[in-house]
């Protein structure tokens, strides 16, 4: 059974840091893109980034040279550096992996089977 557990969240003021992680399990974790995806209040949930078995990266516009996604394919682990971190950036940050032999495409919510419970992070002004 694939499950996917996300930790790391928290408060902290603009400006800051913090580091986000998932652990997977379950599942042949390199044949899977993994990805971070957010969801505020009241606003639907969205892309953050993801990294495909390579390595390859993909960002929202957003956040884009304040977040890196990474992924050990040996510990099942993904983490997401988060700096310079913004007001706008409060939200459920939630761990997601995709099913496509480790590939990834468009950076949108349907095509992930796999959900993790979320990690709020919440930035203060």
């Known amino acids: 059974q694939v499950q996917l557990v996300e930790s790391g969240g928290g408060s902290v003021q603009a400006g800051g840091s913090l580091r986000l992680s998932c652990a997977a399990s379950?599942?042949?974790?390199?044949?899977?893109?993994m990805a971070w995806f957010r969801q505020a209040p009241g606003k639907e949930r969205e892309g953050v980034a993801q990294i495909d078995r390579s390595g390859l990266t993909t960002y929202a516009d957003s956040v884009k040279g304040r977040f890196t996604i990474s992924r050990d394919n040996a510990e099942n682990r993904l983490t997401l550096q988060m700096n310079s971190l913004k007001p706008e950036d409060t939200a459920m940050y939630y761990c997601?992996?995709?099913?496509?032999?480790?590939?990834?495409?468009?950076?949108?919510?349907?095509?992930?089977?796999?959900w993790g419970h979320g990690t709020q992070v919440t930035v203060s002004s």
């Open positions: 379950g599942y042949t974790y390199s044949d899977y893109c």
């Open positions: 997601a992996a995709r099913p496509s032999a480790g590939y990834c495409y468009l950076l949108v919510p349907s095509p992930f089977n796999y």
